[in-house]
């Protein structure tokens, strides 16, 4: 019984996982990644992207064909690693961005961390914050608002 | 490894922004979603989840991976604070079977925002219980519905039988500033929490 399911607030049921080959976890990290973790491109030793060039961020062609070959790669990993090369995203961020469950989101990084084309930053839980400095920014930065 | 924070020192390098999470809470209708994108840029999060165990026949197969899951829409907004920090915020459905999504998010958040409608204050019980137990510092906002009768801070403390040093305020989900005034109010309880008990590290 299902049923109960489907309703404004839940959507259908779907089978989002065929770009992970119907993984539904990721290797032991990637199920550890925290939604507000950063996803951090790996410099690829690349050229910078020539200014003015398509989608800012993305992978040159030649190396997007170079990890596309590698058969273990889809389209949506190269989306990832090039948003993230324009600044670090969290994975929400990256989630929300390119329109994908995070769950999906999460085997995909997973990969992108074992191809070593990422990394992904560990939050400082805010019991570990060094001191009250930054919350006060934060206060600061709410009440400019 | 490659999960592990930088070597050097408790905080990432300075590129890499620090980053921050407030959970929105509260009952079916309450306006999380409205606070949510009064005071960010708010957009759609999808998470899913495998058909949970208690949905799946008793005898399923151990270990059969089950391929069908139902996707949820939750509340997600980021505040870029500056460059070196953001703070996110995030808010599910407010119906029961959403509970589980909780457990996750609250995983390393600042804080929370309970907000309450006067009208149906005890759809606020289960959101108030939970941070309680977790230990997460909590506001509880009473979302000032037009046609909702307004009580005294006061009042509504003492009917949530809430503990003094909890901040309770009235807002109205809808306007920048109210939403905003909720979200300070959270930071400092957060603050004053950490003052008085501080993390053993
Ligand atoms: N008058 C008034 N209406 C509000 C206020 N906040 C929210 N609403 C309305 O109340 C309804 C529900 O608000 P939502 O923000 O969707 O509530 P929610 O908590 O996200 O609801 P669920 O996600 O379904 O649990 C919407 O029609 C809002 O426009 C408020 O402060 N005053
Ligand atoms: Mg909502």
């Known amino acids: 019984m299902t049923d109960h399911w489907f309703d404004d607030a839940a959507g259908p049921v779907v089978r ?37 060039s398509a ?42 961005e390119l329109d994908l469950p995070v769950g999906v989101v999460r085997v995909l990084i997973g990969d992108l961390v074992e191809a070593e084309l990422v990394r992904v930053t560990r939050p400082v839980p805010p019991a570990e914050l060094p001191d009250e400095s930054i919350l006060r920014e934060v206060i600061n930065g709410l009440r400019a608002l | 490894m490659v999960f592990g924070r930088s070597k050097r020192g408790d905080r990432p390098a300075p590129a890499e922004p620090v980053t921050l999470k407030i959970l929105v809470a509260g009952g079916f209708g309450v306006g999380k979603t409205t606070l949510v994108g009064a005071v960010s840029e708010i957009r759609p999060l999808r998470t899913e989840e495998v058909l949970t165990e208690a949905s799946r026949p008793v005898d399923s197969i151990a270990g059969v991976e089950a391929k069908s899951t139902t996707t949820v829409a939750m509340d997600f907004g980021r505040i870029t604070i500056n460059d070196g920090l953001v703070l996110y915020l995030f808010g599910t459905p407010g119906q029961d079977r959403f509970w589980f999504l909780w457990d996750e998010l609250a995983t390393g958040a600042l804080g929370a925002v309970v907000l309450a409608d006067t009208r149906r ?35 509504v403390r003492e009917a949530l039988d809430l503990d003094g040093g909890i901040p309770v305020l009235l807002c109205d989900a809808r306007q920048r500033e109210s939403a905003r ?21």
């Open chain 1, 16 to 52: 989002p996982y065929a770009m992970t080959r119907g993984r539904t976890r990721s290797g032991a990290e990637g199920a550890q990644l925290d939604l507000i973790a950063l996803v951090v491109a790996e410099d690829l030793g690349a050229a910078e992207p020539e200014p003015g």
């Open chain 1, 55 to 96: 989608a800012g961020g993305g992978l040159p062609p030649h190396q997007e064909d170079k990890l596309l070959a590698d058969h273990s790669l889809v389209p949506e990993h190269l989306d990832i690693v090039a948003l993230c090369r324009r600044s670090p995203l969290s994975v929400a961020d990256v989630a929300a």
């Open chain 2, 121 to 155: 204050l005890e759809n606020s019980f289960a959101a108030i219980d939970y941070f309680e137990r977790r230990g997460i510092p909590f506001t509880v906002a009473v979302n000032c519905f037009d046609d909702a009768e307004r009580y005294p801070v006061e009042t």
């Open chain 2, 181 to 201: 005034d909720v979200l300070i109010s959270v930071v400092e309880h957060a603050m004053h929490t950490a003052a008085r008990a501080p993390a053993d590290r």
